[in-house]
């Protein structure tokens, strides 16, 4: 871990302006949000500040802090406790670490218990070693299901075990995120994918990492 680094230094202003502009506009929702966010750490609140800022204004109403907190409790101890995430650029690691929503999905908190089942497996690992033994712990958790019901949250997917195309993706990415792979759903010609978001930067653009196909697709 890099000694001495502030958490999210470069974006602590943004947030906290941002941030603002949420409360003022929805005073009364934030009123408990606020005395909720005074308990936690100082990093912890700015995570979850974060959420809140970027947020969907339907997730506001629709989830009770407690769901954001999760998210935000487990993107400060990856920040903390492993090195590669700690030295991401703040950028990839907002939007791609500790972001919560991955599509239209339902929302449950999912990253901690994700970690917890996979950190071990993933301990030591480079990103695109863990982003491999997570595709694999996805595979073995959850097959595809062909549903017309509201996208599941990736929680429910894992208990279920199964779920459509989307649904997997969702799961997939959420799983990553739990263990500090930078990941994101993609649309890609022949599908839904995963792409993970590797650390690096060329000519201002972004280096792309590894492309998966859901579960579903590489079982067929």
Request: proline letters at 3%.
């Amino acid at each position: 871990m890099a000694e001495g680094k502030i958490f999210l230094k470069e974006n602590r202003d943004r947030i906290e302006k941002k941030y603002r502009e949420q409360v003022m506009g929805l005073p009364q929702a934030f009123a408990d949000i606020d005395k909720k966010l005074a308990e936690c750490t100082d990093e912890v609140a700015l995570a979850c500040k974060y959420l809140y800022a970027f947020m969907p204004y339907s997730d506001i109403g629709n989830y009770a802090f407690e769901v954001f907190l999760d998210y935000a409790e487990n993107g400060v101890h990856l920040w903390k406790e492993n090195s590669g995430v700690a030295e991401l650029p703040e950028e990839i690691f907002l939007n791609y670490v500790l972001f919560h929503r991955v599509n239209e999905e339902e929302i449950a908190p999912c990253r901690t218990f994700f970690r917890r089942e996979i950190g071990e497996r993933t301990e030591g690992m480079s990103f695109r070693e863990a982003a491999l033994e997570v595709n694999y712990w996805c595979a073995q958790e959850a097959t595809y299901h062909c549903t017309d019901d509201r996208t599941l949250s990736a929680l429910a997917v894992y208990r279920r075990g199964n779920g459509r195309c989307g649904e997997e993706s969702v799961f997939t990415v959420n799983a990553l995120r739990s263990v500090g792979v930078p990941a994101v759903r993609y649309m890609h010609q022949s599908g839904l994918i995963v792409m993970t978001i590797m650390p690096g930067w060329k000519s201002g653009v972004m280096e792309a990492g590894i492309f998966w196909e859901p579960v579903s697709r590489r079982r067929s």
